[in-house]
């Protein structure tokens, strides 16, 4: 069975230092990864996804993330963080035959520090 | 990029009535569809899976007769909360796949508040 793991409920960071969110997964087949972020009272907005291409992906803003299969992880990583991140992130998991449904970690909400 | 988009965005209701939430991809078509809600501070909740032409999948512990969902067209979902009470008060989301169903789709969310 899919099963998502987001290992931080809450990550708090200074303004311009690195930004880690965690996320492991558990998948029978190959599985298609996506990191999803939510502003305040806002839509659900792509940051990247891994659909078995490169395994060092590359978003919007900044983000990416690894695909490391032998230790089922896709962590989401920025180099330095900016204010505007501030929000909730929602690693997702989705599998080939699944019918398109998606199995969504339990949210990760990001601080930044001035 | 494909849009989706619900309407209405937000909505109060009296206990007791029934609303009707809509979701629509705008630019392409979409045989299946996916309904959330997501409760404060959590992540969300598949609800159903709605399928055009027939009837929708319901995720254990969802009433259908109270979600009612009803896939009508290739670019449009409805998703009616009947008899709505206090408790189905929540943030609705739908999506839609791609080509592929690599990716999905969101729409902006609609948030019911049912006093």
């Known amino acids: 069975a899919q099963s998502v793991t987001q290992l931080d409920s809450h990550v708090s960071v200074s303004e311009g230092t690195p930004v880690l969110l965690r996320c492991n997964y558990s998948?029978?087949?190959?599985?298609?990864l996506f990191w999803y972020v939510q502003h305040p009272n806002k839509g659900l907005q792509l940051l990247l996804k891994?659909?078995?291409?490169a395994t060092l992906v590359k978003g919007i803003n900044g983000f990416e993330a690894e695909f490391k299969k032998s230790e089922t992880s896709f962590h989401l990583t920025k180099p330095s963080a900016h204010m505007s991140d501030a929000a909730e992130y929602f690693c997702?998991?989705?599998?080939?035959?699944?019918?398109?449904?998606?199995?969504w970690g339990a949210g990760t909400k990001l601080i930044i520090k001035p | 990029g494909a849009v989706v988009s619900q309407h209405p965005s937000w909505v109060i209701c009296k206990s007791g009535t029934s609303v009707k939430i809509e979701c629509r991809s705008l630019?392409?078509?979409?045989?299946?569809m996916f309904w959330y809600r997501q409760f404060p501070k959590q992540s969300l909740m598949l609800m159903a899976t709605?399928?055009?032409?027939?009837?929708?999948?319901?995720e254990q512990g969802v009433e259908k007769d109270k979600f009612l969902i009803n896939h009508a067209s290739l670019t449009l979902s409805t998703l009616t909360v009947t008899s709505a009470h206090p408790e189905d008060s929540s943030f609705y989301i739908c999506s839609a796949p791609g080509v592929g169903g690599y990716e999905q789709y969101f729409g902006p969310g609609t948030r019911l508040t049912v006093t």
């Open positions: 891994y659909t078995s291409a």
């Open positions: 998948s029978s087949y190959s599985p298609s």
């Open positions: 630019d392409f078509q979409a045989t299946t």
């Open positions: 709605s399928n055009e032409g027939s009837k929708a999948t319901y």
């Open positions: 997702v998991v989705s599998e080939v035959g699944s019918n398109y449904q998606l199995i």
